[in-house]
Structures are given as structure tokens and as C-alpha cells.
């Protein structure tokens, strides 16, 4: 959000002045010598440079290794969300592996890539439910995420006992989610 009043300015209207009218702001003029233009497109050459600067930034095709915060893949249908979900909640618990060789970068970036493709089919799911089944599947999805959240705060601190603590709430959270899909 910060980049964006560097390359946008905002729409201002087309006022258009007779020539026949005193000039009183000292407007340009336009080409047609008949009017006087108040709004003239140009871009200054730091709001250019910002402009392709920011758009290869928001264009390029690599992530992160960080959470993803998009929340459904557009053209994830629940079928497919369905014939996924386990294999993602078995590379989440995986991630224990990991944790036990105390390689916590590693454990890190497992952690982030298969919370993210289980929060994509999760959240898929529910959206497919009744309304009234919503609610506490909703509690329960944000309960598991903000409990992978904090397993990967403790890796990165290297904090074991938390560590361990966090990863028991997830295996107790995804079996409670998971029987209720």
C-alpha cells in the first residue's frame, strides 16, 4: 500500500475553459486552440521508474518462503479439495521429521508449504457446507492455523519445548477438523 500514491495519481476531471475566458490559472492550452486543458497526463521520471519497478515486483512468478495469504485457488473445485486434503495433512504431520532433527529452517519452509495447500482445500470445504455448519468449522480452521502459526514462531526461536507443544495442538486440531469434514 505504501507504493501505491508513488505510481497512482488520482482520476481528476477534464475541465475544459472557452478561450474566450481570461486564464486565470495560467492553464496550458490544448491542441485544439479553441480550449484550455486544467489536467495534463505525464509521468516524471521517478514515478516511472517506480512504476516498472513495482509491477515486476507484483508480476513475478517466484514466492516467498513465507505463509501464503490467498485463500482458495480459483478454479479448486471441492472434489479436488477433497481428494487432497489428506495427503496435505500427512505432509503437515511430517513436518515432525524435521523438528526432531532440529533442522528448523527446513522445518520451517515444510511447515509453510503444506499448511498453505491444506488451508486452501480446508477452507474450500467449507465453504461448500451449510450455512449453519459454518460457523464452528470456521473456529476450528482458525484454531489450526494460528496453532501452525505459533509452531513456526517456536522453530524459529529454536524454542523445543514449544515447539512440541504446538505440534501436539495441530495433531489434536487437524484430527478435530478432519471428522468434522
Known amino acids: 500500500m505504501a507504493l501505491l500514491p508513488l505510481v497512482q495519481k488520482p482520476n481528476q476531471p477534464l475541465i475544459l475553459f472557452p478561450l474566450s475566458s481570461p486564464n ?17 497526463h505525464h509521468f516524471s521520471r521517478r514515478t516511472s521508474l517506480n512504476l516498472g519497478v513495482t509491477s515486476f515486483i507484483l508480476l513475478s512468478e517466484k514466492t516467498a518462503n513465507a ?11 471441492v472434489e479436488e479439495a477433497e481428494d487432497g486434503i489428506q495427503s ?20 520451517q519452509k515444510a511447515l509453510r508449504k503444506s499448511s498453505t495447500l491444506l488451508k486452501q482445500d480446508i477452507y474450500t470445504i467449507i465453504q461448500a457446507k451449510p450455512g449453519n455448519q459454518r460457523p464452528q468449522l470456521r ?11 505459533r509452531l513456526d514462531f517456536a522453530a524459529r526461536d529454536k524454542d523445543v ?15 478435530n477438523i478432519l471428522s468434522r469434514l
Do not use: G
Open 24 to 40: 486565470p490559472f495560467n492553464l496550458k492550452q490544448s491542441k485544439n486552440r479553441s480550449q484550455m486543458c486544467l489536467h495534463s
Open 67 to 77: 505463509f501464503d495469504f490467498r485463500i482458495t485457488v480459483p478454479d479448486q473445485t
Open 88 to 107: 496435505h495433512a500427512k505432509s503437515l504431520l511430517q513436518v515432525k521429521e524435521l523438528l526432531e532433527a532440529e533442522t528448523w529452517k527446513e522445518a
Open 139 to 149: 473456529k476450528l480452521y482458525s484454531i489450526l492455523f494460528n496453532t501452525v502459526s
Open 161 to 175: 519445548p514449544r515447539v512440541w507443544e504446538y505440534y501436539d495442538n495441530i495433531v489434536l486440531a487437524l484430527h
